[in-house]
């Protein structure tokens, strides 16, 4: 039955790709397909979580995996917290994740990394970018995952 159902998607797939490229002498400009896909980054953005007083800006963005690049899923919120104790939250939930800190030619390459790690379904990144004033911070946090 599932491999019915996959056939059935790539059928669907397929004439959905014909009946746009009918529609490409009308000039009818670029078309975008996407299809759901199982999202490890979101996954992984989903199990470092948030702080207690982070007020949540955006919910979580998922960009697919683009040839060479990794699938990105991101997210931002504000935080009462400084940046050292941003940096400690998270490396603690690193730590639970069983990823591990960076090491230091790719903090150099990339400071903003907090830490990476390895499963079968492939590497994954954590960056954290902060923008702190007045007692607050702005933070946007990334996660990459490289499908092996």
Same mark, same amino acid.
């Given at each position: 039955?599932?491999?019915?159902?996959?056939?059935?998607?790539?059928?669907?797939?397929?004439?959905?790709?014909?009946?746009?490229?009918?529609?490409?002498?009308?000039?009818?400009?670029?078309?975008?397909?996407?299809?759901?896909?199982?999202?490890?980054?979101?996954?992984?953005?989903?199990?470092?979580?948030?702080?207690?007083? +982070?007020? %949540? /800006?955006?919910?979580? @963005?998922?960009?697919?995996?683009?040839?060479?690049?990794?699938? #990105?899923?991101? *997210?931002? !919120?504000?935080?009462?917290?400084?940046?050292?104790?941003?940096?400690?939250?998270?490396?603690?939930?690193?730590?639970?994740?069983?990823?591990?800190?960076?090491?230091?030619?790719?903090?150099?390459?990339?400071?903003?990394?907090?830490?990476?790690?390895?499963?079968?379904?492939? +590497?994954? %990144? /954590?960056?954290?970018? @902060?923008?702190?004033?007045?007692?607050?911070?702005?933070?946007? #946090?990334?996660? *990459?995952? !490289?499908?092996?």
């Amino acid at each position: 039955m599932r491999k019915l159902t996959i056939i059935g998607l790539v059928l669907v797939a397929v004439l959905l790709a014909l009946a746009l490229a009918m529609l490409a002498p009308f000039d009818i400009g670029e078309v975008t397909v996407s299809f759901r896909f199982h999202s490890e980054a979101k996954r992984a953005l989903k199990r470092l979580g948030l702080p207690e007083d +982070a007020t %949540e /800006v955006s919910d979580i @963005t998922v960009e697919g995996p683009d040839g060479t690049m990794p699938e #990105i899923a991101t *997210r931002s !919120f504000i935080s009462g917290g400084t940046v050292d104790a941003l940096h400690r939250f998270f490396h603690e939930k690193c730590d639970n994740q069983g990823f591990f800190h960076p090491s230091d030619d790719l903090l150099n390459l990339q400071p903003e990394t907090l830490c990476e790690g390895r499963r079968p379904s492939g +590497a994954f %990144e /954590v960056l954290l970018f @902060t923008e702190c004033a007045d007692n607050s911070c702005f933070v946007y #946090i990334e996660v *990459r995952h !490289f499908i092996m």
